[in-house]
C-alpha cells in the first residue's frame, strides 16, 4: 500500500459541510482539535511504516523532527506484539505527534490518536471511510494509545438547541482553552471525497492570539493591507515554519522563503475567505505576495535568532 495523506478539514460553513447539520437524527461527535504533527502508521509487508503529514517515513528518522517520536512509537508497538497485541492490518491509524508547535502542551502524551480509516473500504484515490469513534477508541485503547478528548457526542436535534462554539473546551493537555474543535458526522459522506463529514471550528479568542487585532483593523491603508494585517500574523507564519521543519524536515535557514509566503496566501485564502468576503470589498493577490514575504522574512530571522541564543 502506498502512503495516504490524512484528508483538509473545511471550516464550518464551507459548501463542502453545508449537509453536516442537515438531518436533526443523524448523530455528532465532537473532538478537541490538536495542534501537533500529523502522522500515521499502518503494516505492510515489510513490517510497520510510519507516516508524516505528506509522505511515507521510509527509513528510522527520515523527518529529523519525528525521529524520537517514531523510535519510540515502534518500541512501542513492539512491546505490544510482545504480548500478543498487533496493529490491525486493514487499518491505517492517524495520530498526533506531540512536536513542538504553537501551542505547548505540557500534559500530553508522546502521540494521540485522532482517526482510523479503513482500507478495504478505499477507492483507487485512496479515500476511505473511518472508524466511527466509539469503535476507534477501543481500537487505540487496545493499542494503549490515548485518544483525542471527546466533547460531545448527541443527535443535531440537540445541538441545533445550542450555541456550537460555547462547546469550545478547556484543553486537556495545557492550562489554557482548546485551539479548535473538529465536528464529525458519520452518518453522512463528504461531497467530493469517499470519507465522513467532518469540519472544524477555531476558537475566536485562538484567533486573536494569531492575529493583529480580530475584527478591528483600523489601518486607512487598502482592504489588502488591512486583510495582510489581520491575517498574516507572526503566530500564522511561525506555525507554518514549524510545520515544514518538523513535518518535513526543512532546515531552519532563509531556505524557507521559497516556500513559507506561498503557503501562507494559500492558508490565508483557505482559512479565512468567508471572512474575508464579508468583510472586504477588494483583494489584490499581486499586493498580498508583495507585504507577504517582508513579514515572513522578518519573522523566519528571528525564529533563526532564538536558536542561536
Same mark, same amino acid.
Given at each position: @500500500?502506498?502512503?495516504?495523506?490524512?484528508? !483538509?478539514?473545511?471550516?464550518?460553513? %464551507?459548501?463542502?459541510?453545508?449537509?453536516?447539520?442537515?438531518?436533526?437524527? !443523524?448523530?455528532?461527535?465532537?473532538?478537541? /482539535?490538536?495542534?501537533?504533527? #500529523? $502522522?500515521?502508521?499502518?503494516?505492510?509487508?515489510?513490517?510497520?511504516?510510519? $507516516?508524516?503529514? #505528506?509522505? !511515507?517515513?521510509?527509513?528510522?528518522?527520515?523527518?529529523?523532527?519525528?525521529?524520537?517520536?517514531?523510535?519510540?512509537?515502534?518500541?512501542?508497538?513492539?512491546?505490544?506484539? !510482545?504480548?500478543?497485541?498487533?496493529?490491525?492490518?486493514? %487499518?491505517?491509524? %492517524?495520530?498526533?505527534?506531540?512536536?513542538?508547535?504553537?501551542?505547548?502542551?505540557? /500534559?500530553?502524551?508522546?502521540?494521540? $490518536?485522532?482517526?482510523?480509516?479503513?482500507?478495504?473500504?478505499?477507492?483507487?484515490?485512496?479515500?476511505?471511510?473511518?472508524?466511527?469513534?466509539?469503535?476507534?477508541?477501543?481500537?487505540?485503547?487496545?493499542?494503549?494509545?490515548?485518544?483525542?478528548?471527546?466533547?460531545?457526542?448527541?443527535?443535531?436535534?440537540?445541538?441545533?438547541?445550542?450555541?456550537?462554539?460555547?462547546?469550545?473546551?478547556?484543553?486537556?493537555?495545557?492550562? +489554557?482553552?482548546?485551539?479548535c474543535i473538529v465536528i464529525k458526522n458519520y452518518?453522512?459522506?463528504?461531497?467530493? +471525497? #469517499?470519507?465522513?463529514? %467532518?469540519? /472544524?471550528?477555531?476558537?475566536?479568542?485562538?484567533?486573536?492570539?494569531?492575529?493583529?487585532?480580530?475584527?478591528?483593523? /483600523?489601518?486607512?491603508?487598502?482592504?489588502?493591507?488591512?486583510?495582510?494585517?489581520?491575517?498574516?500574523?507572526?503566530m500564522r507564519i511561525k506555525k507554518a515554519v514549524?510545520k515544514f521543519v518538523n513535518e518535513d524536515n526543512?532546515?531552519?535557514?532563509?531556505?524557507? @522563503?521559497?516556500?513559507?509566503?506561498?503557503?501562507?496566501?494559500?492558508?490565508?485564502?483557505?482559512?479565512?475567505?468567508?471572512?474575508?468576503?464579508?468583510?472586504?470589498?477588494?483583494?489584490?493577490?499581486?499586493? @498580498?505576495?508583495?507585504?507577504?514575504?517582508?513579514?515572513?522574512?522578518?519573522?523566519?530571522?528571528?525564529?533563526?535568532?532564538?536558536?542561536?541564543?
Amino acid at each position: @500500500m502506498t502512503f495516504r495523506k490524512y484528508p !483538509d478539514i473545511e471550516t464550518l460553513g %464551507y459548501e463542502e459541510n453545508k449537509d453536516i447539520f442537515l438531518s436533526g437524527e !443523524d448523530t455528532i461527535v465532537i473532538e478537541e /482539535k490538536i495542534d501537533g504533527g #500529523n $502522522g500515521s502508521f499502518w503494516l505492510e509487508g515489510d513490517g510497520i511504516h510510519f $507516516g508524516s503529514r #505528506n509522505r !511515507d517515513l521510509t527509513k528510522e528518522g527520515d523527518v529529523k523532527a519525528f525521529a524520537d517520536f517514531q523510535k519510540k512509537l515502534r518500541e512501542h508497538l513492539q512491546s505490544l506484539e !510482545d504480548q500478543g497485541i498487533k496493529i490491525n492490518p486493514d %487499518y491505517i491509524y %492517524y495520530i498526533e505527534w506531540m512536536a513542538q508547535h504553537t501551542i505547548t502542551y505540557t /500534559k500530553a502524551p508522546f502521540v494521540i $490518536g485522532f482517526d482510523i480509516r479503513l482500507r478495504k473500504a478505499m477507492n483507487r484515490e485512496g479515500e476511505g471511510l473511518f472508524l466511527g469513534r466509539e469503535s476507534r477508541e477501543k481500537e487505540f485503547n487496545r493499542l494503549k494509545i490515548e485518544n483525542v478528548p471527546l466533547v460531545w457526542r448527541g443527535k443535531v436535534s440537540e445541538l441545533r438547541k445550542k450555541n456550537i462554539s460555547e462547546f469550545i473546551p478547556k484543553s486537556k493537555y495545557f492550562d +489554557g482553552v482548546a485551539e479548535c474543535i473538529v465536528i464529525k458526522n458519520y452518518c453522512r459522506k463528504h461531497p467530493v +471525497g #469517499n470519507y465522513q463529514l %467532518y469540519a /472544524k471550528i477555531i476558537r475566536s479568542e485562538f484567533k486573536e492570539d494569531n492575529r493583529a487585532v480580530f475584527g478591528s483593523v /483600523k489601518s486607512k491603508n487598502s482592504d489588502t493591507s488591512k486583510i495582510v494585517q489581520e491575517f498574516c500574523t507572526d503566530m500564522r507564519i511561525k506555525k507554518a515554519v514549524l510545520k515544514f521543519v518538523n513535518e518535513d524536515n526543512i532546515p531552519l535557514n532563509l531556505k524557507l @522563503m521559497s516556500l513559507v509566503p506561498h503557503y501562507i496566501i494559500k492558508d490565508i485564502m483557505k482559512e479565512e475567505i468567508l471572512e474575508i468576503i464579508d468583510k472586504y470589498k477588494f483583494i489584490d493577490l499581486k499586493e @498580498m505576495k508583495q507585504k507577504i514575504p517582508k513579514l515572513c522574512l522578518k519573522v523566519i530571522n528571528e525564529m533563526m535568532q532564538e536558536t542561536i541564543r
